[in-house]
């Protein structure tokens, strides 16, 4: 049993070949990650794109929105609802040039077709983000483009993916940023290195190069390409087993969790096509249920605090304040999973939360 569970995923070698890009459709294309995808598909539109206006969710990560800043857009956010279902108003999105939707935590947002038909007849862009839902089985035909980022399911340096799907992309990528690639890498090494042999040490060194990494990524503001070692690789991971592991992990956290007081999870069933990111609850006691794990080596995200400069809605708040991502990620079995439902029974049945 791993001690630690959450966190930054390490490299694994990968040996077969997979089938995983044979099934998509369109044009793909690799780059360092999933916001570079995103400017990618603005730079290609950038002669097409009715107006510089984004309709997107207001529930949404930071790294999804500055792309549309960098690009020099108005951002109008839409709402969603508790469970995550858009709130679309018509008048918004008739006056946008892009309109920008996402699926979360592994599960497919239903994007009602009037809305892609009001789309098609203004001439408004369609993007989907999918990194969410990269290896769940959703048809996504009717979009302009999706991207994805790799990045957030297994130990990559880079992972972004764009898909043209109504014809291919006209724009070149440049060349992957170096410091960033040889910065991640080494971080991912590094960490496979510690999950071996743990140390305060090497924990601090790991942690260091992961933020330095992600430091010149979010100063890297072009259409930078992925490296080749990672589109390898992604050809090659055994994401089939990723798929079975999430869904096992799954479903052990959902009957652990279903009979506790105190705590909603967001999506109590599962369909065959799914593969999950994160086990989702919302509980109003999370900050001390979270920072209770990470006392215990669970290090649990938070899917997303919203930035103090930024428009939020009264639903994306009261989500951001009472969410947390519990992991149920490849990198564990049964027992870790087990050891979290223990922890959380702990805290939440005997007195744990009471102070
Ligand atoms: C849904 C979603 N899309 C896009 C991104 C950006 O991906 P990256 O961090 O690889 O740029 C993120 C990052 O957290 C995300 O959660």
Not at 41 to 62: F, G, H, R
């Given at each position: 049993m791993l001690n630690e569970i959450g966190s930054e995923f390490w490299?694994?070698?990968s040996s077969e070949p997979n089938d995983f890009f044979s099934r998509c459709e369109g044009d793909i294309a690799f780059t360092m990650s999933g916001r570079t995808s995103i400017l990618?598909?603005?730079?290609?539109?950038?002669?097409?794109?009715?107006?510089?206006?984004?309709?997107?969710?207001?529930?949404?990560?930071?790294?999804?929105?500055?792309?549309?800043?960098?690009?020099g857009y108005d951002i109008h956010f839409y709402d969603i609802t508790h469970s995550f279902e858009p709130v679309i108003q018509l008048n918004l999105l008739k006056s946008a040039g892009v309109f920008f939707?996402?699926?979360?935590?592994?599960?497919?947002?239903?994007?009602p077709q009037k809305f892609i038909d009001t789309c098609r007849k203004h001439h408004i862009i369609t993007i989907h983000d999918i990194t969410m839902s990269l290896f769940s089985q959703v048809n996504y035909t009717n979009h302009d483009?999706?991207?994805?980022?790799?990045?957030?399911?297994?130990g990559i340096a880079s992972g972004g993916l764009a898909i043209a799907l109504k014809k291919p992309f006209s724009t070149q990528l440049l060349p992957p940023l170096t410091p960033y690639i040889q910065t991640r890498q080494k971080a991912l090494n590094l960490k496979a290195e510690y999950i071996q042999s743990p140390s305060e040490s090497l924990k601090t060194q790991v942690r260091d190069l992961f933020l330095n990494a992600e430091a010149l990524l979010n100063g890297a503001t072009s259409r930078y390409a992925s490296d080749t070692v990672s589109i390898d690789c992604l050809r090659h991971y055994p994401y089939l087993e990723l798929i079975e592991k999430r869904r096992r992990n799954y479903l052990t956290l959902l009957e652990g969790f279903s009979s506790l007081a105190n705590i909603n999870i967001l999506h109590a069933s599962m369909s065959a096509d799914t593969c999950p990111m994160f086990f989702i609850i919302f509980t109003d006691d999370r900050d001390r249920f979270k920072q209770y794990l990470i006392e215990n080596q669970v290090y649990p995200p938070v899917h997303w605090p919203i930035p103090e400069n930024r428009e939020h809605s009264e639903n994306s708040k009261q989500i951001a304040n009472a969410i947390l991502s519990i992991p149920c990620d490849q990198r564990y079995g049964t027992q870790e999973m087990e050891r979290i439902v223990a922890l959380a029974r702990f805290f939440f049945k005997t007195g744990e939360n009471t102070t």
């Open positions: 490299h694994v070698p990618y598909i603005l730079q290609e539109v950038e002669s097409t794109v009715t107006t510089k206006i984004v309709y997107m969710p207001a529930y949404c990560c930071d790294s999804m929105v500055a792309p549309f800043r960098l690009k939707t996402c699926d979360y935590f592994g599960f497919p947002t239903s994007i483009y999706l991207l994805g980022s790799f990045r957030k399911w297994i």
